[in-house]
């Protein structure tokens, strides 16, 4: 089982950049595949990117290619996202997730574990 806990949300100008990061507890942190997902207020929570367990396949939702990095530090037991470009509709509660599964999962029901989420706000 793992912990995950998130941070480096907060408050930016469109166009500006945060950089999100989910560190995790145990000593098995390599063995998880892990994503980020966003729920903003009335929507279904959205899948963001995901990074495997090695960090050599990574997958992002269409709307954040070229502007989201997500990378993962099996060293720290930390995964980031990096987030360039910021636009409004950026704007969501951002969760961190993962799953030891060997597949390629990009559904919030293919992940076991869950962060308690952080806040990005962009305006306008």
């Known amino acids: 089982q793992v912990q995950l806990v998130e941070s480096g949300g907060g408050f930016v100008q469109a166009g500006g950049s945060l950089r999100l990061s989910c560190a995790a507890s145990?000593?098995?942190?390599?063995?998880?595949?892990m994503g980020w997902f966003r729920q903003a207020p009335g929507k279904a929570r959205e899948f963001v990117a995901a990074?495997?367990?090695?960090?050599?396949?990574?997958y992002y939702v269409d709307s954040v290619k070229g502007r989201f990095t997500i990378s993962k530090d099996n060293a720290k037991n930390t995964v980031y996202l990096q987030m360039n470009n910021l636009k409004p509709e950026d704007t969501a509660v951002y969760y961190c997730?993962?799953?030891?599964?060997?597949?390629?999962?990009?559904?919030?029901?293919?992940?076991?574990?869950w962060g308690q989420g952080t806040q990005v706000t962009v305006s306008s």
């Open positions: 990074i495997s367990q090695s960090g050599g396949i990574i």
């Open positions: 145990g000593r098995t942190f390599s063995s998880y595949a």
């Open positions: 997730a993962a799953h030891r599964r060997v597949v390629k999962a990009t559904t919030a029901d293919s992940f076991a574990y």
